[in-house]
Every structure is written in structure tokens, then in C-alpha cells.
Antibody
Framework: EVQLLESGGGLVQPGGSLRTSCVVS????????MSWVRQAPGKGLEWVST????????YYAASVKGRFTISRDNSKNTLYLQMNSLRAEDTAVYYC???????????????WGQGTLVTVSS | QSALTQPASVSGSPGQSITISCTGT?????????VSWYQQHPGKAPKLMIY???NRPSGVSNRFSGSKSGNTASLTISGLQAEDEADYYC????????????FGGGTKLTVL
């Protein structure tokens, strides 16, 4: 059974930093491109970032480019999102999402985690 | 990249059929077959329902179907059931210069 388990969310002040993690089990993690998708309270889904299976290629939404960094440790089956210079508008549930074996070019996420809530407030 | 356009809400009675539209541009929805649909119940993670416009993952009911015409994709749910009440999101992407994944604003389906 494929499972994605996020952690690391919490309350942080504007301008602060936070790192979220996502541990993946049930699949050979290093074979799959991965993404972070967020959802502000009461709002829709917003793609944040994607990383290739090896970690060699990364992509970011314009709203987070230069502030957020996606990374992965394939030896630990873990995906990360380092968030710096956080703003109130970054408040959201952050989901990690897995691409199928064809990678990001397949255009869809076949598995999602349950999410971790990040709240940016003073 | 702007979000895809979906109706805010649709409703239907049990047993009826409904269709949710998703309008993009020739750069995303109209330019490829990479349109997917997700179902999200309150407080839950999104669940893949349709990929590549009209393909259903294993385990998804055949009451769910997808199609596309020009820049507009559609999700049809037939034989509505109470458990279909949820939010539905469409998604596509472009990769002309760099990857850009877009979602629709979401549609709240109410089963009357």
C-alpha cells in the first residue's frame, strides 16, 4: 500500500522559516517525481513545486520561487520543502503528491498525503 | 499561468447525471491530453478520479467519465450517489519554458 505522510507544519511568524517533510512508503521512492501542492483555508488547490526522481531538476510556482526549496533524500524515502521568508498568504495545508512512473510529464498525481498545516501569523 | 475556470457549484438529485466544466487555454487544456480530475471530501486529501482527459484509475467507479472539446474539459458523473458530494478540481500543465501546473478553482457538488 502506497502511503505518504507529511509532518513539520506549525505556527510561524511572518518572515520566518519552516521545513516540511513527507515520508513515502509502499513504493520505490527514488523511481518517482514528486510534488508539493497547497490549499489555503477554504480555497482551492495550488501547485507549489516539483522535483525529479533524482533531485536533479526542480520547478517552482512563481508565487514561491526564490523563497521555497524542494529537495529529497532517496536513502530516507523522504521529500522536503524548505520555506523561507514566509508570508501570511503562505498559510495553507501542504500536501505531498506522487507522480506515476512516467513522471511529471504524465500530468497527474496518483497518490496524495493527508497534508500538514502551515500557519503564518504574528 | 492563470487558474482553470470551473463553476463554483453544481447540484443534482440521486440517480441523475451532472457535468462539471473546466475551461483553460490552448496552452494547457486545449494543447494536450494532460487533463486530470480530483475529488476532495471535507478535511480529506484529494483523490485522482480521471487522468489524461478520460482514463479512470483502477478502483474508480465507471459512473465517472471525462471528455474534452477545444479548451474545455468536462467531468460527468452519472447515477449520482450521496457519497459523490464533494469538491472536484481539474488540472493541467504547460511545459513550454518551464513546468507550470494549474488547477481549476474547484466545484462544489451537492447531491440534493
Amino acid at each position: 500500500e502506497v502511503q505518504l505522510l507529511e509532518s513539520g507544519g506549525g505556527l510561524v511568524q511572518p518572515g520566518g522559516s519552516l521545513r516540511t517533510s513527507c515520508v513515502v512508503s509502499g513504493v520505490y521512492f527514488s523511481n518517482y517525481d514528486m510534488s508539493w501542492v497547497r490549499q489555503a483555508p477554504g480555497k482551492g488547490l495550488e501547485w507549489v513545486s516539483t522535483i525529479s526522481e533524482s533531485g536533479g531538476r526542480t520547478y517552482y510556482a512563481a508565487s514561491v520561487k526564490g523563497r521555497f526549496t524542494i529537495s529529497r533524500d532517496n536513502s530516507k524515502n523522504t521529500l522536503y520543502l524548505q520555506m523561507n521568508s514566509l508570508r501570511a498568504e503562505d498559510t495553507a495545508v501542504y500536501y505531498c503528491a506522487k507522480y506515476p512512473s512516467r513522471g511529471w510529464s504524465s500530468g497527474f498525481f496518483d497518490y496524495w498525503g493527508q497534508g500538514t498545516l502551515v500557519t503564518v501569523s504574528s | 499561468q492563470s487558474a482553470l475556470t470551473q463553476p463554483a457549484s453544481v447540484s443534482g438529485s440521486p440517480g441523475q447525471s451532472i457535468t462539471i466544466s473546466c475551461t483553460g487555454t490552448s496552452s494547457d487544456v486545449g494543447g494536450s491530453n494532460y487533463v486530470s480530475w480530483y475529488q476532495q471530501h471535507p478535511g480529506k486529501a484529494p483523490k485522482l478520479m480521471i487522468y489524461e482527459v478520460s482514463n479512470r484509475p483502477s478502483g474508480v467507479s465507471n459512473r465517472f467519465s471525462g471528455s474534452k472539446s477545444g479548451n474545455t474539459a468536462s467531468l460527468t458523473i452519472s447515477g449520482l450517489q450521496a457519497e459523490d458530494e464533494a469538491d472536484y478540481y481539474c488540472s493541467s500543465y504547460t511545459s513550454s519554458t518551464t513546468l507550470d501546473v494549474v488547477f481549476g478553482g474547484g466545484t462544489k457538488l451537492t447531491v440534493l
